[in-house]
């Protein structure tokens, strides 16, 4: 970057600034992404199914009537770019204030590094050593292999989630069933199964039941609600906070605004240390 006379130009305001507007704009990514759900969901887009078997047994199933758009994997895809191109440019930024220089030493090699394990990160320490060790302390700090739970780290959740949809494809999206109310007439509906806290596909099971005989469903003796929401379609629980085994940060929606919270914070933080390593 020059100035107009030629001279270098080693003000980081454009890139902060820039760095800005890609937050902002990952922010619009996820809340166009919830309001394109919100209308998927107003045109009733799934029906509940009831099928009595001979031997009394009933079983409540989900049918599809509209597929989940497309379009909701790809703002998905949209959002963990601009994320994780945010880091890469917040780093980059740092190295410009840190050493007034613009474009910084070893620019071609800087990449926000996000390691699972101490071996790949000492694997790849030589493209930092242009940078004061206070920042590659910090960043070696906030890595997901020492975080206390690496399946919630947001670097970690952000850097398994965009691989995905960069090297492979937009992720799948499905219906994940995250309440069931059930209330049935205790001596003609028996519950046998009750699906909660799981992905449910078009077709699957959301309750088998048994009836007496001599009887039908009917609003007296049986009432069922269930209530969705988005998550990935191979979305797995795992331990979080106080043990407990559920989907890391709760829906896609947590997930998503924590990992935009967690990059934000990452760059504000890095960007205030870089300016005081260059005071000194």
Known sequence: MTTPS????VSADTEVRLLTARLNRARTHYLDFAELWA????????????EILTDGTVTIRLDRVAPIPAELSILLGEFLYEMRAALDNCLYTAAVIASGQNPPPGAERLEWPIRTDQTQWKSQA??????????????????????????????????????????RSPWPLALFLVKTQLQVQ??????LDVACNRVIHPGETLATLRLSPGHVLSPTNFDFHVEFDVDLADIEPSEGP????????????????????????????????????RKH
């Open 126 to 167: 030589n493209r930092y050593k242009h940078l004061p060790a206070e920042l590659t302390e910090a960043l070696e700090a906030i890595q997901p292999y020492n975080a206390e739970l690496p399946a919630w780290n947001c670097l970690a959740i952000l850097h398994g989630l965009a691989r995905f949809d960069r090297h």
């Open 242 to 277: 106080e043990g407990l085994h559920v989907r890391p940060w709760g829906s896609l929606a947590h997930r998503l605004q924590s990992v935009h919270r967690a990059v934000t914070e990452y760059c504000d933080d890095l960007l205030l240390l870089a300016a005081s390593c």
């Open 186 to 191: 205790p001596d003609v509906v028996e519950p």
């Open 6 to 9: 030629g001279a270098p130009d």
């Open 39 to 50: 209308a998927y969901l107003e045109g009733h887009p799934h029906s509940i199914a009831r």
